[in-house]
């Protein structure tokens, strides 16, 4: 039966609102209490289903009306305007309220004075539409926490085909899919899972990196919020290649609503047998729980991590030993980012091949763009590798927030480099960024408006490493300190060539001395701010670069 027929059986009219943080700070829980409320109030029969966010921000709280014709969407909808919306006819109108021909320029046109816009068929407007959601295909559709709609909507599917397989032809469909680390160091997932797996020992971890400390992200807590069952299966697919029998999600403390999603799903998950002493009826084991992280931005790095999961200080540890072989409590320990787990159940339900026939290069399936910053529509946008800056800018995005041109876009987090217009047009693709000193990371994607004042960034960039820096090597713990001094002086008009050639010296020690990426990578926003818009630290063309300096 499907999800139609059963509502037209059961005469209730299904509202998705949703339940996850964007939402909820927009009011998504006083609308739904409204809802609920007038529903009553006039004797219409409503079925509300607290759904997570399709990470389409600008129109939250969206909330959409099931029809015969799909899922009808309001954008912005506010518990004052419920009443109204009642007394206009909703939600019985929503068939022909979707009908409605949008604007042909604007998906958030309005709908009647004084209602909220209606955006007609949820799954049409352009900014979803055009995207390939093969890991967030299910959030914002499915009810995060209903084991039924999950399975319904293809879920554990990839768990069935890993229970079918072998430990080394599980590690190997990874390796054959191409996928790459989604943390940040797109190291190859099978490489790590194959070690991990070939290890010897009689404990085993798998630990979900969820501390998503990057500025502009919030791919992981759109997984957890909006479809945590694919984040545990991923986790229990994991642990059963590998040959661990415990996983650990180390959460961000300042996600307290994914903390509160994933551990309910937990719940569900291991009273319907998915996790437990018996996966599935497999005989094989397989325990989950949630660890609430320190609020260290370097609790993201794996080694800082795993110490702060026993206990201690979140100080970075020197390697060798790599994780994979000695880890969590000296034990073999698969250490892989929410999304790189969350990709791995379509991995095994549709087959390697599928999933590398998506992208470019040695750049794998998709990546889940997260647009943020100086932005008008910011949100997910899942693509496959390839996709340009320009086009995410312009056909997503709809341009800055502010009306004002666009002047550099950070990608990568707080450590990524900034890119000016020029390489907008470079596709995204971890070896294309590279090579022009630029990283991919996590995919966060924030947008500065020609306001921005670069040297100002760049000194916020040595800033934050000096304030979060773990202080267990000299290049980052001291010059980051020295790098912020010397961004002062030249920001105070000292821009002699001395003090240009310091700063980048200062960036090659930090490069090549630190111990972790912290200190390492911090020169790269310094550097691509520095070259690619000098009359912002006061100095001609040209100026900025290294070999200039
Ligand atoms: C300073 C620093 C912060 C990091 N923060 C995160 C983070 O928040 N989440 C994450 O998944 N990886 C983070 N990483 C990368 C992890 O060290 C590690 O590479 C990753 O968790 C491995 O998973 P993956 O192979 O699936 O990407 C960080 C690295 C550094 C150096
Ligand atoms: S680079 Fe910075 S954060 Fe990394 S180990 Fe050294 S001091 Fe710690």
Request: negative net charge.
């Amino acid at each position: 039966m499907t999800e139609t027929s059963e509502i037209i059986r059961s005469g209730a009219c299904r509202i998705y609102i949703p339940r996850d943080s964007a939402a909820l700070a927009l009011g998504a829980d006083r609308l739904a209490r409204a809802v609920a409320s007038e529903a009553a109030r006039r004797g219409i029969a409503v079925d509300i289903v607290r759904n997570g966010s399709r990470g389409l921000f600008w129109l939250e709280p969206l909330v959409e009306v099931q029809t015969p014709s799909g899922r009808i969407g309001y954008s912005n909808v506010q518990a004052s305007q419920v009443s109204a919306m009642f007394d206009s006819g909703w939600p019985a109108c929503a068939t022909q309220d979707g009908e409605r021909p949008m604007p042909a320029t604007d998906p958030d046109g309005s709908w009647q004075a004084g209602m909220p816009a209606c955006v007609g068929r949820v799954d049409a407007i352009p900014y979803l539409a055009k995207q390939q959601r093969l890991t967030f295909a299910r959030i914002g559709v499915t009810d995060p926490l209903d084991p039924v709609d999950y399975e319904a909507h293809g879920g554990l599917a990839g768990l069935r085909a890993c229970l079918a397989l072998d430990a080394e032809a599980a590690c190997q469909t990874v390796l054959d899919s191409g996928l790459r680390g989604r943390g940040g160091a797109a190291f190859p997932a099978g490489i790590k899972w194959r070690t991990v797996s070939r290890a010897e020992a009689r404990q085993k971890y798998v630990v979900c990196n969820a501390d998503e400390g990057d500025s502009g992200t919030f791919a992981d807590r759109l997984i957890m919020e909006s479809d945590p069952f694919v984040l545990i299966e991923g986790v229990v697919i994991a642990a059963l290649s590998v040959g661990a029998t415990e996983g650990i999600v180390y959460v961000r403390s300042e996600y307290p609503h994914a903390i509160a999603a994933l551990e309910a799903a937990i719940d569900v998950a291991r009273r319907e047998g998915w996790l437990g002493p018996d996966v599935l009826g497999s005989g094989r084991c397989c325990e989950l729980r949630v660890a609430k992280a320190a609020g260290a931005y370097i609790c993201g790095e794996e080694t800082a991590l795993l110490e702060s999961l026993e206990g201690k200080r979140g100080v970075v540890r020197a390697k060798p030993p790599i994780p994979a072989l000695s880890g969590l409590f000296g034990q073999p320990t698969l250490i892989n980012n929410v999304i790189t787990l969350a990709s791995v159940p379509f991995i095994f339900a549709h087959g390697a091949q599928t999933y590398r026939e998506f992208g470019m290069g040695r750049s794998q399936g998709t990546l889940p763009v997260q647009l943020a910053g100086n932005i008008r529509r910011g949100g997910l946008v899942e693509l496959a590798f390839g996709v340009t800056l320009r086009t995410l800018l312009d056909e997503f995005g709809g341009g800055t927030a502010s009306g004002r041109p666009a002047k550099a876009i950070q990608v990568g987090g707080p450590l990524g480099a900034y890119l000016p217009p020029a390489q907008w047009d470079l596709p995204m693709d971890y070896e294309a960024y590279a090579a022009v000193g630029a990283v991919v990371g996590h995919g966060g994607v924030v947008v500065h408006d020609d306001t921005a004042d670069m040297a100002g960034l760049a000194r916020y960039a040595m800033a934050f490493c000096a304030l979060e820096s773990c202080g267990k090597c000299t290049p980052c713990r001291i010059g980051s300190t020295r790098g912020v001094e010397v961004i002062e002086r030249i920001q105070r008009g000292d821009t002699s060539s001395r003090q240009v050639r310091l700063l980048h010296d200062l960036c090659e020690t930090m490069v090549s001395g630190s111990l972790c990426a912290m200190g390492g990578m911090t020169p790269f926003p310094v550097r691509s701010a520095l070259e690619h818009f000098p009359a912002d630290f006061g100095l001609p063309a040209g100026a900025g670069r290294c070999e200039a300096a």
